[in-house]
């Protein structure tokens, strides 16, 4: 993977993970219910989470692209299409109010408990999975080793989302503060929206300037 490409899918990875989602819902409710102190273990179940599911998209979409590179081409297109559409969507869905962190809810402050419960809710996120499948493809290239491309692709997600993760446990109530104002949400669902925007578009940019 050349350094481009992996600075391109590192600086998009982020902005995705930065969307205030169930997992960093949860990390924040955790946070504000419980203290700090239990940062670590929800930052642990959202990284083992991600590992999880990209390992699963990553690893299909490899043995994909080994098995038939036309069969990758159409999955990558359709991919970089489902990408334009959600950008669409997002710039014209109104910015809404965003949802509110539950911090009477959870199970008891127990870091195993903790782990699990992030762990089923980060790996069971279906938007999220769906997103991984069209977004990944978009990166990946059967000119380079898929080995390499597969380990960059997986440590460079999970060791972000454990940074992002650990953000927000961090810093929760300015967190939450933040995400809620209008022209935060404003500005987040315009940038997201051209995040993958310029996702979708590498297919059809990015490669022909490559070639």
């Not at 997992?23 to 924040?28: A, G, P, R, T």
């Not at 989470?49 to 297109?77: D, E, N, Q």
């Not at 199970?107 to 991984?132: E, R, S, Y």
Request: charged share 10%.
């Amino acid at each position: 993977m050349s350094y481009e490409t992996w600075f391109a899918f590192a600086a998009a990875s982020v902005v995705l993970l930065a969307i205030p989602g169930p997992s960093m819902l949860l990390v924040i409710s955790y946070a504000l219910g419980y203290g700090r102190k239990t940062a670590f273990a929800t930052v642990t179940g959202v990284a083992l989470g991600h590992l999880v599911a990209m390992t699963a998209a990553v690893v299909g979409l490899a043995a994909l692209l080994i098995g038939s590179a036309t069969a990758f081409a159409v999955v990558k297109w359709i991919g970089a299409a489902y990408l334009l559409l959600m950008a669409i969507n997002l710039w014209r869905a109104p910015a809404g109010k965003v949802p509110v962190a539950d911090n009477d809810n959870l199970p008891q402050d127990k870091p195993l408990k903790i782990v699990a419960h992030c762990f089923a809710v980060t790996a069971g996120d279906a938007k999220n999975i769906a997103i991984l499948v069209a977004f990944l493809p978009q990166f990946m290239t059967a000119t380079l080793p898929i080995s390499d491309q597969v380990y960059a692709l997986i440590s460079t997600y999970v060791a972000l989302s454990t940074v992002v993760a650990a953000a927000y446990a961090l810093m929760a109530g300015k967190a939450l503060k933040y995400i809620r104002k209008r022209s935060v949400r404003r500005a987040k669902k315009h940038g997201n929206g051209t995040v993958l925007i310029a996702a979708g578009s590498v297919t059809a940019g990015y490669r022909k300037i490559a070639a």
